[in-house]
């Protein structure tokens, strides 16, 4: 049994008959008798609450739905039975999500039928697990209530925001357009692929020139180039102990999995292929390359249940992986974070090593919080230290980067704020200069 206000309300002004028994001992009689009314009446009122097989409750939610963004759970509560039913449904959201308003009160008719719908947001990449239904059902009277507890646990997954993926990546393809994240220049001489011819723009390289048609049609004639196609894309992410740290609310990692899905969604529109290789202390994904709109699904799939942990990254596993794999010359993107000299010799060493065949970009997530301790004028020792720190810190990062570039690698060191852009212009530029 559980109680309800209305009980409550009247076990209240029942009361009254003993706080005048304190003057009349008399009335202690009506205050007994009062409660064991009241108790009698409750009693029968849960006797005629409806039983669970009066009521059907279920769920229905997506298997799959979008991290960090708002998504839509329905509550069905249907009413069997040829007498009136009101109650509470609550659900058991996922405790990873954000969620409001999954208690719901509820009147049905006979034989009737309702559908009650919340939000919620989880908070993550990965599996999160909904608990079951719990129904509470007043009886006629309204003075007591039973509970019930439907089966309805469910996991769902939730993948990176696949809407926002699509904007954002046509978005970014767009050069023409300005967007929140950057915009994008692509010279019309790029690429190595012969297109078309047009008319010359003021400003274009003059060895883009075509001079016989420009004698025939006597105004100057350019040659349009496009990158080439079916190139081959090579997505390592690191999921150690380098990409735990948080950037506000997500780790590095969630912000290099955005930039590879959005990165990936801008290659295949180009027909390249895109492979992936996730590694941490031992390598725990691979996908080999291949093209089509139904390969940036296997990507998702491939991606979403990846957490960082505090393990050392094994680079050579995984770049020996790939180099056994990949015979074609690639395009290795590698999302890290080259904390110091000492933690990023391994990336160091690995892309000297396979800078004979493929073209090693190496995508550094850097943390902006380092920059303004570094810069800070130290007003006491303990920010006098603080600066010290951030500023070797930021050396180290400055080095370690400037011998990745020595060593031929390409390297984009960008907030996570500003990794997406980074990222697809390095690609859009190394497709544009033909260097793979």
Same mark, same amino acid.
């Given at each position: 049994? =559980?109680?309800?206000?209305?009980?409550?309300?009247?076990?209240?002004?029942?009361?009254?008959?003993?706080?005048?028994?304190?003057?009349?001992?008399?009335?202690?009689?009506?205050?007994?008798?009062?409660?064991?009314?009241?108790?009698?009446?409750? %009693?029968?009122?849960?006797?005629?609450?409806?039983?669970?097989?009066?009521?059907?409750?279920?769920?229905?939610?997506?298997? =799959?739905?979008?991290?960090?963004?708002?998504?839509?759970?329905?509550?069905?509560?249907?009413?069997? +039975?040829?007498?009136?039913? +009101?109650?509470?449904?609550?659900?058991?959201?996922?405790?990873?999500?954000?969620?409001?308003?999954?208690?719901?009160?509820?009147?049905?008719?006979?034989?009737?039928?309702?559908?009650?719908?919340?939000?919620?947001?989880?908070?993550?990449?990965?599996?999160?697990?909904?608990?079951?239904?719990?129904?509470? =059902?007043?009886?006629?009277?309204?003075?007591?209530?039973?509970?019930?507890?439907?089966?309805?646990?469910?996991?769902?997954?939730?993948?990176?925001?696949?809407?926002?993926?699509?904007?954002?990546?046509?978005?970014?393809?767009?050069?023409?357009?300005?967007?929140?994240?950057?915009?994008?220049?692509?010279?019309?001489?790029?690429?190595?692929?012969?297109?078309?011819?047009?008319?010359?723009?003021?400003?274009?390289?003059?060895?883009?020139?075509?001079?016989?048609?420009?004698?025939?049609?006597?105004?100057?004639?350019?040659?349009?180039?496009?990158?080439?196609?079916?190139?081959?894309?090579?997505?390592?992410?690191?999921?150690?102990?380098?990409?735990?740290?948080?950037?506000?609310?997500?780790?590095?990692?969630?912000?290099?999995?955005?930039?590879?899905?959005?990165?990936?969604?801008? +290659? %295949?529109?180009?027909?390249?292929?895109?492979?992936?290789?996730?590694?941490? +202390?031992?390598?725990?994904?691979?996908?080999?390359?291949?093209?089509?709109?139904?390969?940036?699904?296997?990507?998702?799939?491939?991606?979403?249940?990846?957490?960082?942990?505090?393990?050392?990254?094994?680079?050579?596993?995984?770049?020996?992986?790939?180099?056994?794999?990949?015979?074609?010359?690639?395009?290795?993107?590698?999302?890290?974070?080259?904390?110091?000299?000492?933690?990023?010799?391994?990336?160091?060493?690995?892309?000297?090593?396979?800078?004979?065949?493929?073209?090693?970009?190496?995508?550094?997530?850097?943390?902006?919080?380092?920059?303004?301790?570094?810069?800070?004028?130290?007003?006491?020792?303990?920010?006098?230290?603080?600066?010290?720190?951030?500023?070797?810190?930021?050396?180290?990062?400055?080095?370690?980067?400037?011998?990745?570039?020595?060593?031929?690698?390409?390297?984009?060191?960008?907030?996570?704020?500003?990794?997406?852009?980074?990222?697809?212009?390095?690609?859009?530029?190394?497709?544009?200069?033909?260097?793979?």
């Amino acid at each position: 049994m =559980v109680p309800t206000s209305r009980l409550a309300a009247l076990a209240t002004l029942g009361l009254l008959p003993a706080v005048v028994a304190i003057a009349w001992p008399p009335a202690v009689w009506a205050a007994v008798a009062f409660d064991l009314a009241l108790l009698a009446a409750a %009693l029968v009122d849960l006797r005629r609450c409806p039983r669970a097989r009066a009521l059907e409750a279920r769920r229905e939610v997506e298997e =799959v739905v979008s991290a960090g963004a708002q998504n839509r759970a329905r509550l069905v509560v249907e009413n069997l +039975s040829e007498r009136p039913i +009101s109650g509470t449904l609550a659900d058991a959201p996922p405790p990873t999500a954000d969620a409001a308003r999954f208690r719901h009160p509820f009147s049905l008719p006979p034989r009737g039928r309702v559908e009650l719908t919340y939000l919620f947001n989880p908070a993550a990449r990965g599996d999160h697990h909904f608990g079951d239904l719990h129904l509470r =059902v007043r009886g006629p009277w309204g003075l007591a209530q039973r509970q019930y507890r439907y089966a309805a646990a469910k996991r769902v997954k939730a993948y990176p925001d696949l809407n926002a993926l699509a904007r954002d990546a046509l978005a970014l393809a767009r050069p023409e357009e300005e967007t929140g994240l950057a915009r994008l220049r692509r010279s019309l001489g790029e690429g190595r692929e012969f297109e078309s011819l047009r008319e010359y723009i003021p400003g274009d390289d003059v060895r883009v020139i075509d001079w016989k048609a420009t004698a025939k049609r006597q105004k100057p004639i350019a040659r349009q180039y496009e990158p080439e196609r079916n190139q081959t894309v090579m997505l390592l992410l690191d999921c150690g102990r380098h990409m735990v740290s948080r950037i506000g609310e997500r780790t590095k990692l969630d912000h290099a999995v955005d930039a590879a899905l959005r990165l990936a969604r801008i +290659s %295949l529109d180009r027909g390249d292929q895109i492979g992936l290789c996730a590694f941490g +202390s031992k390598v725990s994904a691979y996908l080999p390359p291949k093209r089509g709109r139904q390969h940036l699904r296997a990507l998702v799939d491939q991606l979403y249940p990846l957490q960082p942990e505090l393990v050392e990254s094994d680079y050579d596993e995984a770049f020996g992986l790939v180099a056994s794999r990949i015979k074609r010359r690639s395009l290795l993107v590698t999302f890290t974070d080259l904390l110091d000299e000492d933690s990023s010799r391994s990336v160091l060493n690995r892309t000297l090593h396979v800078r004979a065949r493929h073209l090693p970009l190496v995508v550094a997530v850097a943390d902006s919080a380092l920059l303004g301790p570094a810069r800070a004028v130290p007003t006491d020792p303990e920010t006098a230290y603080t600066r010290a720190a951030a500023r070797r810190i930021v050396r180290e990062r400055e080095r370690t980067i400037a011998r990745l570039r020595d060593a031929g690698a390409h390297v984009v060191n960008a907030p996570a704020t500003e990794l997406c852009a980074a990222v697809i212009n390095e690609y859009l530029e190394i497709k544009g200069r033909g260097l793979l």
